[in-house]
């Protein structure tokens, strides 16, 4: 394998790295960039390249538990001393977790055929982006309108509000239409800082994520061989090393900035990708 090939792998790592967490959807800057420009299916072939694209969100979902390790060794009652915070009166539990990703995990088990087959295109991408953005739009200008926060920490989200977060994701099925977008927004409508409302969506994406990933992997392994290994391992590395800068920078900025931003920027970019390719 090429160097020139091995950089098509690191070019795809930091674009899943940079925008898996963001509310711009990873899937829609992935299809972008992949179909209209690195093409990994020339010369992977189209499942080995499906595979790919599992492997390196695999290496988002790490960076977020190496971020938020204590939180989920909390969750999980892996506690040591020092990571111990039951005297602080933490009460995000696992429970909050299975409560939200439950309606997309069921949905994205029972429709994942139909989404493969019907949804990764282009055009269901930029109609994603764009209802996703209006969405956004409309979520902050709500929040904006009401001065509706009520819930500045995780530690106080209910089960309640976890299953309508939950419930809201379920657009994000929806290529394009961004599940951190969509779980964002939903927090915020609910009375959420942006900043709560991003830590509960990068918190409950490790689940979700990771089981698709896991589920995916264990259907698609034969495509997983020595040759491909090299462009694997090379984008897996990328996709963690640009998540673990841009979840940092992300949970940072969220609260100054807020939604209308990532929203503009979705609603440019499917007019010059309309352009361009239509």
């Not at 690195?38 to 010369?43: A, P, R």
């Not at 989404?115 to 979520?139: K, P, Q």
Request: with cysteine.
């Amino acid at each position: 394998m090429d160097l020139y090939t091995l950089i098509k792998a690191v070019i795809l790592g930091l674009v899943e790295g940079l925008t898996e967490f963001a509310p711009i959807s990873s899937t829609g800057h992935m299809i972008i960039v992949d179909d209209l420009w690195l093409q990994s299916k020339e010369f992977l072939g189209k499942y080995p390249a499906n595979t790919f694209k599992v492997v390196i969100q695999l290496g988002s979902i790490l960076a977020v538990i190496v971020i938020f390790r204590e939180r989920f060794m909390d969750m999980l009652d892996f506690k040591s001393r020092r990571t111990a915070v039951k005297s602080s009166g933490d009460k995000l539990k696992l429970s909050h977790i299975i409560v939200g990703l439950l309606p997309a995990g069921v949905l994205g088990v029972l429709f994942e055929d139909v989404i493969d087959e019907y949804l990764f295109s282009i055009e269901t991408v930029l109609i994603g982006l764009f209802v996703g953005a209006v969405f956004m739009i409309i979520a902050d200008m709500i929040s904006s309108k009401y001065n509706s926060v009520k819930v500045e920490s995780v530690d106080m989200i209910t089960h309640k509000q976890a299953l309508i977060v939950g419930l809201i994701q379920c657009l994000a099925l929806w290529p394009g239409f961004s599940r951190s977008g969509s779980t964002i927004s939903g927090g915020v409508l609910l009375g959420m800082n942006h900043r709560t409302a991003a830590d509960f969506t990068f918190i409950m994406a490790v689940p979700i994520m990771l089981g698709a990933s896991v589920l995916s992997l264990a259907k698609n392994w034969q495509y997983f061989t020595i040759d491909a290994f090299p462009f694997m391992a090379a984008g897996f590395i990328s996709a963690f090393i640009f998540a673990l800068v841009s979840i940092k920078f992300f949970l940072k900025l969220i609260n100054k900035v807020k939604l209308i931003p990532f929203a503009l920027y979705r609603i440019l970019l499917v007019l010059v990708i309309y352009v361009l390719y239509f």
